[in-house]
């Protein structure tokens, strides 16, 4: 019988994410290929120390039932490497006892390609341009940040965290504030403060975190004196009266979170500080270099705040102008036309 991974929380990685490779990097950047091979299987039995992604993996996969079975989440390595040089990556898998048993190894090629294949909800790299290649294919990928944040072994919670516009949402309400400014961006989420916001690129992660806490609750009533173990968190630059869309896309799609941010413009690391999730997911590049030095952040390259010259952002505002003076001078609708 087939292995029902399309019944699983799948999260796709590469090495870079997973581990520590500053010494492998290094030595394939400054004596080539021939001497990284060589490198990898000289020191092939020496495990990797933890990547900034290794918290929440190690996290992720010890949620539920801990058969292979009953593992509502899966981890598959998708590695630039050949399975050669990738031996070392799996035997400090193994020596770090990670329940990863499913990869692909490109040999230089594209890792996220196959994303899809694997049914993956996230592929987190540290590197830019795989990650940005992905987003442009449509694929939800995050790019992973150095940080100083320390982990404790002992402590088996599982906290994420989500910024709203570009990641869980898309970014139509981000482009009037990017394109037109925060005055037609609050006049405009107020007018539709009653309609979800279509989904953004982690969307679907995100619901599938939603079902797992939904899970835990649930567990936690039914076994007195059970703690869940997955917190959630959403903190987002907006604050009144836009946030009512996003109280409005969460009950829409069904989802709790535990705790819920509205800064306005107050610096983001002093809340990821005190809340320290294991990731932290956000569009804006300048907020996750804010933030990388407390806790493991992610930059998902999506939408207008990742335009990368002035050109195209001037390209956008103005194609976006002439959609809103369209929509302007659209007659209604008749009821009998709809």
């Known amino acids: 019988m087939p292995y029902p991974i399309q019944d699983k929380l799948v999260v796709a990685i590469a090495s870079s994410a997973l581990f520590d490779l500053s010494e492998s990097d290094r030595v394939f950047r400054e004596r080539g290929v021939a001497e990284y091979r060589r490198h990898q299987r000289e020191h092939e039995h020496d495990a990797l120390a933890p990547g900034v992604a290794f918290p929440f993996v190690r996290r992720l996969l010890a949620l539920g039932d801990q058969t292979e079975a009953g593992r509502p989440a899966e981890v598959v390595l998708l590695s630039r490497n050949d399975p050669d040089t990738g031996l070392r990556v799996f035997r400090s898998i193994q020596a770090h006892s990670l329940p990863i048993t499913r990869a692909a190894f490109v040999n230089g090629g594209n890792p996220f390609r196959y994303m899809n294949a694997f049914n993956a909800s996230l592929f987190l790299s540290a590197n830019e341009d795989d990650v940005r290649r992905a987003v442009e294919r449509g694929l939800p990928a995050g790019r992973v940040f150095q940080t100083q944040f320390l982990d404790s072994v002992s402590d088996m919670e599982l906290r994420v965290a989500f910024d709203f516009d570009g990641v869980i949402a898309d970014d139509s309400a981000e482009s009037v504030f990017k394109l037109r400014d925060l005055e037609a961006f609050q006049s405009s989420e107020a007018n539709m403060a009653d309609k979800p916001m279509p989904e953004g690129p982690l969307a679907r992660l995100f619901k599938q975190l939603g079902a797992l806490h939904t899970e835990e609750r649930e567990r936690a009533e039914r076994e007195p004196g059970y703690k869940p173990v997955l917190r959630t968190a959403i903190i987002t630059a907006r604050n009144a009266p836009a946030h009512e869309r996003v109280v409005t896309t969460l009950r829409a799609w069904g989802i709790e979170v535990d705790e819920v941010f509205f800064l306005g413009g107050i610096e983001k690391r002093r809340i990821l500080a005190e809340f320290k999730p294991h990731l932290f997911f956000d569009d804006q590049l300048d907020h ?30 103005q194609e976006f102008e002439r959609a809103m003076s369209a929509a302007k001078d659209r007659p209604p609708s008749s009821a009998a036309s709809e």
């Open 288 to 317: 996750v270099k804010g933030a990388a030095g407390v806790t493991p952040c992610v930059h998902v390259p999506f939408g207008v705040a990742n335009m990368p010259t002035p050109e195209l952002i001037e390209q956008a505002r």
